[in-house]
C-alpha cells in the first residue's frame, strides 16, 4: 500500500484515520496542511496529537515532496520547473501566466511513448507513470517556491521581503506524458486538487489534453468529476494525422469523433481540439477547410498551436502569415478559433518542448508532403 499521504483524497486519508481508531475529522487536518498549507512534515501537523503524529510515522507513512533541482523564467513571464522524484527520475512544468490567470501546466509520465513528431517529449522513452502525490505535487511545490518578482507581478503576491509566492489558478494536462494512459492517478490529482479543503481549483479550470485515446475518452465521459477536455488533432486526415501522430494507427479520426460525439452527448461539454501549425506540412487554408469538415456536427473550438523547435526535429514552424491565414479560414467557418503563439520558448518551456535533460532518441517518422 501506497503510504504517501500527499497522493491520498480525502476520502482515504478517513480510512486512514478511521485505521488508527481516530475520529474521522482529523482527516481533514491532514489535507489541509499538506494542500492548504504545502505542509511537508507529518510531525508538524500540530492539529493531531504527537502520540498520533508519532504513530502515523511509524507505521511509514509519510508526506512526500518533489525536489526542485532548477527553475528558470522567461522575460515574457513563463517560468519551467525541473522537479526530481525520489527515484531520480526527472520532469518539467510551466507556468503561464496570463492576465488575471496562472496557468501550470503539468506532467503525468515520465518521458511518452505516444511519439507524436512534432513533440520533445515523444523522443525521450516511457520509463513510468506519476503516482497521484507526484502530479499534485507539481502544484504544491509551484505554489510554494519562493520566485523574484516580475515587473508585473500582482501586488498580493509580493511579500515583505520583495520575493513572491506563485498562485496557481489553472491547471492543464500537457507536459510530459499522455494523461489519459495515466488514468487513474490523472483523476485522483483531479479530485485533490478540486477539493474545497486543498487548493479548491474549480474543475472548470482543469483541462485534461490527450493526443486521442479514445477508450479513456469513453471512460472520462462516465465520471462524476468532469474537467474540460482538449484533444490534440493536428490534422484534418487520417494519412497526414499517420504521419505527426502514431496514435492514428491505432484510433483513427472516424473513431476519435464518434468518441467525442458521445462525450459530448453524455456531459455537453465543449471541447477544444489543438493543432499544432507545421510549416507547408498541415497549415494550408485547405487543411483548415477539410477540418471544418470533419469536425462538422461538434460543439468545439479551436487553438492553434505554433509549432516550437528542438533539437533533432525536422519540422519548422509556419510563418505567423500562415498562421493567421489558417486562423481566419477557420473563422470565416464560423470556428471559434483562439492562437497561442509561443510562451517560454527561450527556456524550452513552451508547448512540445519539455525533456527534463533527458538524451533524445531518433525519429520514427518521416517527414510528410504537403496535401
Ligand atoms: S504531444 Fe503529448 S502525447 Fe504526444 S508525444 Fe508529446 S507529450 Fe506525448
Redesign the pocket.
Known amino acids: 500500500m501506497n503510504r504517501d499521504l500527499k497522493g491520498k483524497t480525502l476520502e482515504e486519508l478517513e480510512k486512514v484515520v478511521l485505521g488508527f481508531g481516530q475520529k474521522k475529522y482529523l482527516a481533514g487536518y491532514i489535507f489541509k496542511f499538506i494542500h492548504q498549507q504545502n505542509g511537508r512534515e507529518i510531525a508538524e501537523i500540530s492539529t493531531l496529537n504527537k502520540a498520533f503524529r508519532a504513530q502515523l510515522v511509524e507505521q511509514g507513512y509519510f508526506i512526500s515532496q518533489l525536489r526542485v533541482v532548477d527553475s528558470l523564467s522567461d522575460p515574457d513571464g513563463s517560468a519551467k520547473y525541473l522537479f526530481e522524484l525520489a527515484d531520480g527520475e526527472r520532469i518539467e512544468a510551466v507556468l503561464l501566466p496570463e492576465d488575471q490567470r496562472q496557468t501550470l501546466c503539468v506532467s503525468t509520465q515520465v518521458g511518452?511513448p505516444?511519439?507524436?513528431a512534432f513533440?520533445a517529449?515523444?523522443r525521450i522513452p516511457f520509463h513510468r507513470n506519476l503516482t497521484a502525490g507526484e502530479i499534485v505535487d507539481q502544484v504544491n511545490a509551484v505554489c510554494s517556491v519562493p520566485v523574484r518578482a516580475y515587473p508585473e507581478a500582482d501586488e498580493d503576491r509580493i511579500t515583505p521581503d520583495g520575493v513572491t509566492t506563485n498562485r496557481v489558478t489553472n491547471i492543464v494536462y500537457m507536459g510530459?506524458?499522455?494523461p489519459l494512459l495515466n488514468y487513474d492517478a490523472v483523476l485522483k490529482s483531479i479530485r485533490i486538487l478540486n477539493h474545497s479543503a486543498g487548493k479548491n481549483i474549480g474543475i472548470r479550470h482543469i483541462t485534461i489534453s490527450t493526443?486521442g485515446i479514445v477508450p479513456a475518452i469513453r471512460r472520462l465521459a462516465e465520471e462524476e468529476i468532469r474537467p474540460r477536455l482538449a484533444v490534440?488533432v493536428s490534422a484534418p486526415t487520417d494519412a497526414l494525422r499517420r504521419k505527426l501522430?502514431p496514435v492514428a494507427d491505432r484510433y483513427p479520426l472516424a473513431e476519435l469523433l464518434a468518441a467525442v460525439r458521445d462525450y459530448q452527448a453524455k456531459t455537453g461539454q465543449r471541447v477544444t481540439f489543438e493543432y499544432v501549425l507545421i510549416d507547408k506540412v498541415n497549415d494550408s487554408v485547405t487543411h483548415a477547410r477539410l477540418l471544418v469538415k470533419v469536425l462538422r456536427g461538434l460543439m468545439y473550438n479551436v487553438n492553434l498551436i505554433e509549432h516550437n523547435p528542438f533539437s533533432g526535429c525536422e519540422y519548422t514552424a509556419s510563418s505567423r502569415a500562415r498562421i493567421r491565414r489558417f486562423a481566419s479560414a477557420l473563422k470565416e467557418a464560423g470556428v471559434e478559433t483562439t492562437i497561442r503563439f509561443r510562451m517560454g520558448r527561450r527556456i524550452k518551456a513552451a508547448c512540445?518542448q519539455l525533456q527534463a535533460g533527458y538524451r533524445p532518441r531518433k525519429p520514427k517518422r518521416e517527414s510528410s508532403a504537403d496535401l
Open positions: 511518452c505516444m511519439a507524436c513533440c517529449t515523444g510530459m506524458g499522455e493526443c490534440s501522430m512540445g
